[in-house]
């Protein structure tokens, strides 16, 4: 395997990642190792992201949430408070949720994976499990944590309620050699808690990714990275089981993390899994980064950022619309992309605008 590997990244192209400024339209903002997830939010009425952190290419290291004001790009990490003794924060994907009675304050649900990886999943905080935070005064503070061994590889979140959200497992078992490599993961699920209800929602999936719902379309997105399929589903309102699965676009690379802008639902990508392996392993290898764009007005989708990895964004997860441009985070490297799109048409894409199946 170490030669397969020595062999693949002789015949990639390599370089760094570490620019601030490379062009007058695209530069970066400095944050924590792995900012895999971000997330949209209004503090004081200005608005921010709060960013997933955790350093993923060595081992038992502790994560962090790091807030970007959207008006000066300014960064700077998040204090937490009220933890249990011994939590290694290990955070994943994420989702902010406001209820009616919440006006300055929003939780903040977090994948948190266990520090043993995946020999603990269903053992508290200690497993893979769900971690429920409070926003209030500048902290995020710890309200309880929600495990169960249906946890087996958790990614995503999407939270439709209080305490009521929806998880995607990327694999049921750890893919080994070739499979790690390629992505052949065939038999992972989308499970659903509700009300102390832990059930399998969605299952038969080619590395479940990224989970999302869609109001206007009535519709739940589940991004299969193994496969480069974007599916749809629609949810059961007793049960909560996803049903109905349609094949809505392929041919997307590896999808990762959804993120909502009025009509249309962007979609980033981590295009090439072999190359995205290989950039897991070692910052020298370059991962291309694709992100797709669905109007739910036309029922389309397009590319509408590409690149080759290297001096820019590899490995890209999450891509946010705000004010014209497009912020994209990635896996493994500790800075956050802006791409300035006021200086061109946001209706061009790169190569085919494709059909929605119906």
């Not at 990490?77 to 924060?89: A, Q, Y």
């Not at 659903?192 to 999302?212: P, Q």
């Amino acid at each position: 395997m170490k030669i397969l590997w020595l062999f693949l990244v002789l015949c990639t192209a390599c370089s760094t990642a570490r620019l601030i400024n490379h062009t007058a339209s695209k530069y970066h903002i400095n944050v924590g190792p792995g900012p895999e997830d971000i997330q949209y939010v209004s503090i004081d009425d200005r608005p921010h992201l709060l960013v997933s952190c955790l350093e993923r290419r060595e081992k038992y290291q502790q994560g962090d949430f790091w807030l970007i004001n959207l008006t000066t790009d300014e960064a700077k990490r998040v204090e937490r408070c009220n933890e249990p003794m011994g939590l290694i924060f290990r955070p994943h994907g994420i989702y902010i949720y406001q209820s009616k009675t919440q006006k300055k304050s929003f939780d903040v649900y977090v994948v948190h994976h266990g520090f043993h990886g995946d020999n603990t999943r269903g053992k508290g905080i200690y497993g893979h499990a769900i971690l429920k935070y409070e926003w209030r005064d500048g902290l995020l503070h710890y309200q309880r944590s929600f495990n169960h061994p249906f946890l087996i590889n958790p990614n995503d979140i999407f939270v439709v309620g209080d305490d009521c959200f929806y998880v995607t497992n990327g694999y049921l078992e750890p893919p080994q050699g070739f499979g790690q490599l390629f992505g052949f993961c065939e038999r992972s699920t989308v499970v659903h808690y509700n009300k102390g209800k832990w059930v399998v929602a969605a299952k038969d999936l080619e590395y479940a990714n990224g989970v999302h719902y869609v109001s206007q379309q009535k519709k739940f997105l589940v991004s299969a990275s193994a496969s480069g399929k974007l599916w749809s589903y629609k949810r059961h309102p007793q049960t909560g089981i996803l049903q109905d699965k349609q094949l809505l676009a392929e041919n997307l690379g590896g999808g990762d993390n959804f993120t909502q802008n009025s009509d249309t639902t962007l979609l980033a990508s981590h295009v090439d899994t072999t190359k995205f392996f290989l950039h897991s392993l070692s910052p020298r290898v370059s991962s291309p980064t694709m992100v797709w764009r669905i109007d739910w007005k036309t029922h389309t989708i397009d590319c509408i950022y590409r690149n080759n990895g290297g001096e820019s964004i590899n490995g890209g997860s999450t891509a946010v619309l705000y004010n014209k441009k497009l912020y994209i985070c990635q896996v493994f490297e500790p800075f956050i992309e802006v791409v300035d799109l006021r200086h061109r048409d946001f209706s061009t894409s790169y190569g085919e605008v494709k059909q929605l199946a119906h």
